[in-house]
C-alpha cells in the first residue's frame, strides 16, 4: 500500500509569518497534486507537478516536487487569514494503469489575524 | 479549471430510505469518476471508482450493494446510498478525470451532506 505521509497534521500561525507543509512517501509517484479545501466544500485543484525538482508557484505559494519524485513541499509566504483552510496532497502512484490518488492525511491550516 | 458539479449539497432523510447522488461534469468528459467518503477534520477516502460504461470498482470494505454507482455517460455518474442508516451519514465528495488531460488531474465536486436521522 502506498502512502503520502503529510506533516504537520495541524499548524496555527500568525498573519505574516511563513510555513512549510510536507509530503513525504517511500514510493514514486507519476504527478503529484496539492489542493485546498474549505469547510463544507470539495477541494479545490490549485497545482499540478510531474518532473522531479519541478518548483510552481502560485502568488504567495511555492510547489515542489522532490528530485526523485517521492515527496513535495508547499511553502507560503507571508500568510494571510484568507489562506486558512485544508491542505490535501494527493499523488498518482508511478506505473502503468494506475489512476486512483494517494491522499495525504492533510494539513489544517489556521492563520490568525 | 474543469467544473464538476454535485446536487443535491445537503439531502436529510430518514432510516430506511434510499438516497441518490448525482456528480456531473459540466465542461468536459470524464471517462473515469471517483466517489469520496469524508468524515470530520479527516482526509478524503476513496469508496469506488467509476468508468463510464462498466461496472464500477470498489475499495475493499465498501459495500456494493449498500452504495450503487452508475455511469451512464461522460459526464454523469450517481451514487445511490441504499437503506440508509445513521452510520451512512457523512461528506460525499465525487471527482471526476479529464478525458484529455495530460496529468490525469481530478476535479472534485462541492460534496453533498448527508444527514441520515
Known amino acids: 500500500t502506498q502512502l503520502l505521509e503529510q506533516s504537520p497534521q495541524f499548524l496555527s500561525i500568525q498573519e505574516g509569518e511563513n510555513l512549510t507543509v510536507y509530503c513525504n512517501s517511500s514510493?514514486?509517484?507519476?504527478?503529484l497534486q496539492w489542493y485546498r479545501q474549505e469547510p463544507g466544500e470539495g477541494p479545490v485543484l490549485l497545482v499540478t507537478v510531474v518532473t522531479g525538482g519541478e518548483v510552481k508557484k502560485l502568488k504567495r505559494l511555492t510547489f515542489q516536487f522532490g528530485d526523485a519524485r517521492k515527496d513535495s513541499s508547499l511553502h507560503i509566504t507571508a500568510a494571510q487569514p484568507g489562506d486558512t483552510g485544508l491542505y490535501l496532497c494527493a499523488g498518482l502512484p508511478a506505473g502503468p494503469g494506475a489512476q486512483k490518488l494517494v491522499f495525504g492525511q492533510g494539513t489544517r491550516l489556521t492563520i490568525n489575524p | 479549471g474543469a467544473v464538476v458539479s454535485q446536487h443535491p449539497s445537503r439531502v436529510i432523510c430518514k432510516s430506511g430510505t434510499s438516497v441518490k447522488i448525482e456528480c456531473r461534469s459540466l465542461d468536459f468528459q470524464a471517462t473515469t469518476m471517483f466517489w469520496y467518503r469524508q468524515f470530520p477534520k479527516q482526509s478524503l477516502m476513496l469508496m469506488a471508482t467509476s468508468n463510464e460504461g462498466s461496472k464500477a470498482t470498489y475499495e475493499q470494505g465498501v459495500e456494493k450493494d449498500k452504495f450503487l454507482i452508475n455511469h451512464a455517460s461522460l459526464t454523469l455518474s450517481t451514487l445511490t446510498v441504499t437503506s440508509a442508516h445513521p452510520e451512512d451519514s457523512s461528506f460525499y465528495i465525487c471527482?471526476?478525470?479529464?478525458?484529455?488531460?495530460?496529468?490525469?488531474?481530478?476535479?472534485f465536486g462541492p460534496g453533498t451532506r448527508l444527514t441520515v436521522l
Open positions: 514510493s514514486v509517484f507519476s504527478s
Open positions: 471527482s471526476a478525470r479529464d478525458k484529455l488531460a495530460g496529468w490525469n488531474e481530478q476535479f
